[in-house]
């Protein structure tokens, strides 16, 4: 009996998977055929992977039938953002110019999760290298709002947020470099964890921004991230960026009231050019907050108008020399052509297989890192990341954590917003965060007036991701978060 399958929670899944209540086959069933259903009109995947999927579930079935327990995700679909590594399957990136490149090795976090018995369902979506808030700059498709499918899911990891949200996958794996799990998970009504920087491998993740980015889940409720934060969390000596921590258990961790926790408000996030409707959602789970005990300071962070103008120097910076070695020659994409020196070749297989995105930042990051401009440009970044962090370790001097939008506005339309700066602004309330190297987590507050999602986010300090990941839990509580409405019910707005 697969109805309803789609409903269960990630931790429901392994736990009835490891009972024998359910065969982890029926549940991939299940949610490929979801997927073939909804998923043209969401365009979250750019791959689902039927066959690999099944014959992933028949193995944790046969694990299950020897051993009596397949892993902590025994037969739990996940979703993978294509920028991350699975061995044998192509990875893109989301842009031409590895079109038909095939991972030779699994991701590390791929890896963790594969030991636990997780079932890999498909590659999802995103802006062309991350490089983007709206999942509109993938060089394949745009995905769609599954509230609103004339809206963006949000970006980078729109796929894996809207796949999320629409119960195609009940855990997706994310990418978050200035925002790019937070924003989504806003955007579409679902929790999103980027984990302090350095507490998930990076090892398998293709590189945008080396000092930024981090790995982290997506999901449908706090409980699911915590648990698939324990899988993935922990010290890997292949990433030289790796915390030296040792495995934590964040799903118990996630236990235990709030009581008397400080949470600091800054002001500088609540300044001009929030959304009225979004202010309103975060001051009503202000009051949820207060009812749970918790103690509420004002904080200032005086460099947040400086951290974003900052991140696009660092950023593009580290990709352009990241991006240098797609060259056209050794993997994925080359121009076709008659006599072409090597010169020649490189130039015609980037032109032409990168997209307008990328190309922007990757000449926006070659200028700031030239001859002549690097003091002015990227070594005066470096100072602003500093004075960034400073700002939070004041901070965390009063409050155990923060509280502020994930982003300003509620979901926008497909197209709205075609001027790069203006996109770059989506990002503003989340950026900081990567500038700092913190734990962050954007969460379900409410609803605009247009019926789409709202989030709030949540920042901790570096490592303290189960104190973060309590406090989401009690509000999650008092608050159940709303759930997409399925389309016979309500019907995807178009």
């Not at 009051?287 to 991140?311: N, Q, W």
Request: include cysteine; proline fraction near 6%.
């Amino acid at each position: 009996m697969t109805t309803g399958i789609h409903r269960l929670t990630a931790a429901e899944i392994s736990r009835r998977v490891n009972s024998g209540e359910l065969r982890a086959a029926e549940v991939a069933e299940a949610f490929l055929r979801r997927i073939a259903r909804l998923d043209p009109e969401i365009r979250a995947f750019l791959r689902p992977l039927d066959e690999e999927a099944l014959a992933q579930a028949r193995d944790v079935d046969k694990a299950v039938a020897a051993r009596g327990n397949a892993g902590r995700l025994a037969g739990v679909p996940v979703a993978v953002k294509d920028n991350i590594n699975i061995r044998g399957v192509e990875t893109t990136c989301g842009s031409r110019i590895l079109k038909g490149h095939k991972a030779v090795f699994d991701a590390t976090a791929v890896e963790r999760l594969r030991c636990e018995g997780a079932v890999f369902i498909g590659k999802t979506n995103l802006d062309e290298f991350a490089m983007g808030s709206s999942t509109e700059n993938s060089a394949f498709f745009s995905t769609r709002n599954p509230w609103d499918a004339r809206c963006v899911p949000g970006g980078s990891s729109g796929g894996s947020a809207a796949a999320v949200a629409a119960r195609l996958a009940p855990l997706a794996l994310g990418t978050d470099t200035g925002g790019s799990i937070r924003q989504p998970a806003a955007f579409c009504g679902v929790v999103g964890l980027k984990p302090s920087y350095g507490a998930v491998s990076r090892w398998g993740l293709v590189a945008y921004a080396s000092s930024l980015d981090q790995i982290g889940p997506l999901a449908r409720t706090v409980e699911d991230a915590a648990l698939a934060l324990s899988v993935l969390a922990g010290h890997d000596p292949r990433d030289s960026t790796s915390a030296p921590a040792g495995p934590k258990d964040y799903a118990a961790e996630r236990r235990g009231d709030i009581r008397g926790l400080r949470i600091g408000l800054p002001s500088e996030y609540f300044a001009d050019g929030l959304d009225p409707e979004v202010f309103q959602s975060v001051q009503t789970a202000k009051e949820a907050f207060k009812d749970l005990g918790a103690e509420f300071v004002e904080v200032s962070l005086p460099h947040t108008r400086c951290a974003l103008s900052a991140y696009y120097v660092l950023a593009p910076s580290e990709a352009s020399a990241n991006l240098a070695r797609f060259d056209g020659l050794r993997y994925g994409f080359c121009a076709e052509g008659g006599r072409m020196s090597l010169l020649e070749r490189y130039e015609e297989s980037r032109g032409q297989g990168f997209g307008p995105e990328v190309k922007r930042r990757i000449m926006l990051g070659t200028y700031a890192l030239s001859s002549g401009y690097y003091e002015a440009y990227y070594r005066k970044a470096q100072k602003v990341r500093t004075l960034v962090r400073r700002d939070f370790e004041a901070a965390f001097s009063r409050a155990d954590l923060l509280l502020t939008p994930t982003a300003p506005t509620p979901p926008f339309r497909l197209g709205e917003k075609s001027d790069p700066l203006q996109m770059y602004l989506s990002d503003i309330y989340t950026v900081p965060c990567n500038m700092a190297g913190l734990a962050g987590v954007s969460l379900p507050c409410g609803l605009s007036t247009k019926g789409l999602p709202i989030g709030l986010q949540l920042l901790g300090r570096p490592g303290d991701e189960g104190r973060l990941l309590r406090a989401a839990a009690r509000f999650e509580e008092v608050r159940p978060f709303t759930p997409w409405p399925e389309p016979e019910e309500a019907g995807c707005r178009k």
